[in-house]
C-alpha cells in the first residue's frame, strides 16, 4: 500500500503545514526552570550570592562592593560628560564670537570699499548678482574673505577633504540611577539586609548550601515566597508575619525597633539579563522560515 503522499512529497514551491510543524514554525513557548531564574539571595549586578546585601527603596538586593563600584562608574561617566558638555558650549561660544566679528569685518571692509573705492557700489540687486559688490576694475579683485573661503573648500570626493557633521553633547543629567529599576538612586538611600540563616542540626551538616527563614514563623525562603524587609533594621520576614504583626505592632519582632509603613520594603525576585522576573516565568520565540532554504531563521528571545 502506497505511502501517504502530502507527508512525503518534498518538490514543491512552498511548505506544508506538517513540514511546517515538524520544523518549529511559529511561536515556540517555553516554562522557564529553576535554572533560569535569579535566586532571591543573588546579587543584581553579578548574579552572585550576596556578600554584605544592600538593597534600594525599591526592593533591589544587591553586593555592597557591586553597587558603590556601580555608583562610582555612574558618576565618573556623569563628570566625563559635563566636561564634554561645558567644552562643547564653550566652542560654540567661541564660534559664535568669530562669526559676529567676521560679520563686523565684513561690513566695516564693505563700508570703507564704498566710501573710498573708485566705483561707488550699486543696490542690492547689482550686490547680489556681483558677489565682490563692485563694477568695473575693481570687480575682478577677491575680497579677503573670498580667499578664505577658497583655501578652506571642502570637496566631497577627498576624503581627507569631506565635512564632518559635529556630534552635539547633551546636557547630562546629574543624578545617579539604579541598575536594575532605573530610577534615581543615591547612596544614602540604600540600606543594609540582614537574612537570618538556618542554623538548625540538619542544616549543619551541609555548610556549603546555606538557607534562610523568617525569624518570626520559622519558614525557608524560596523563591516563591514574597519577601518584606525592614529599611529601619534591615531585618527580612514573609509577606504573611509582615502583614500580621509588623504593619500592627509597627515594631520589629527581632530587634524591637520601632517602624513604620513607608520602612515595608517589597523585595524583588527574579533578575536581569537572562534571568527571570517576577511572576511571568514564561519565555517566547518567534521562528521563521527562510524562503526556499528550509531553514529556520529565529529572532530574538522575548520574556513576557
Known amino acids: 500500500m502506497p505511502q501517504r ?9 512552498f511548505f506544508t503545514y506538517d513540514e511546517k510543524r515538524k520544523l518549529g514554525y511559529g511561536t515556540q513557548k517555553e516554562r522557564l526552570g529553576k535554572d533560569s531564574i535569579k535566586p532571591f539571595d543573588a ?31 555612574q558618576k565618573k561617566d556623569i563628570q566625563r560628560r559635563l566636561v564634554a558638555h561645558s567644552a562643547q558650549q564653550k566652542q560654540e561660544k567661541e564660534e559664535e564670537e568669530e562669526k559676529l566679528m567676521l ?33 568695473g576694475a575693481n570687480s575682478v579683485k577677491v575680497t579677503s574673505y573670498e580667499e578664505e573661503a577658497l583655501r578652506t573648500m571642502k570637496a566631497f570626493w577627498l576624503p581627507s577633504a569631506t565635512p564632518e557633521a559635529s556630534v552635539k553633547v547633551e546636557a547630562p ?9 532605573k530610577e534615581n538612586l543615591k547612596l544614602k538611600t540604600l540600606f543594609p539586609v540582614q537574612f537570618t540563616e538556618d542554623t538548625s542540626e540538619q542544616k549543619k551538616s551541609n555548610a556549603l ?14 523563591n516563591t515566597m514574597s519577601l518584606v524587609a525592614l529599611s529601619s533594621c534591615g531585618h527580612v520576614f514573609c509577606k504573611k508575619c509582615s502583614d500580621r504583626f509588623m504593619a500592627v505592632d509597627k515594631v520589629c519582632l527581632v530587634c524591637n525597633k520601632a517602624c513604620k509603613e513607608r520602612h515595608l520594603v517589597n523585595l524583588k525576585k527574579g533578575g536581569t539579563g537572562f ?6 516565568l514564561e519565555a517566547k520565540d518567534f521562528k521563521h522560515l527562510g524562503s526556499g532554504s528550509g531553514l529556520g531563521l529565529v529572532r530574538p528571545a522575548m520574556k513576557t
Open 5 to 13: 503522499h502530502s507527508k512525503n512529497n518534498n518538490d514543491l514551491a
Open 43 to 73: 546579587c543584581s549586578l553579578c548574579l552572585k550570592s550576596l556578600i554584605d546585601p544592600m538593597s534600594c527603596q525599591k526592593g533591589h538586593l544587591f553586593c555592597k562592593e557591586c553597587i558603590l563600584e556601580c555608583l562610582l562608574s
Open 103 to 135: 560679520q563686523r569685518a565684513k561690513e566695516l571692509d564693505a563700508f570703507d570699499q564704498q566710501n573710498h573705492g573708485a566705483v561707488p557700489q550699486y543696490s542690492d540687486r547689482n550686490y547680489n548678482r556681483d558677489k565682490n559688490g563692485f563694477h
Open 173 to 181: 543629567s546629574t543624578s545617579t540611577i539604579c541598575p536594575e529599576g
Open 209 to 222: 548550601d546555606r538557607s534562610y527563614i523568617c525569624p518570626s514563623c520559622k519558614t525557608t525562603l524560596t
Open 275 to 280: 534571568a527571570g522576573h517576577d511572576d511571568n
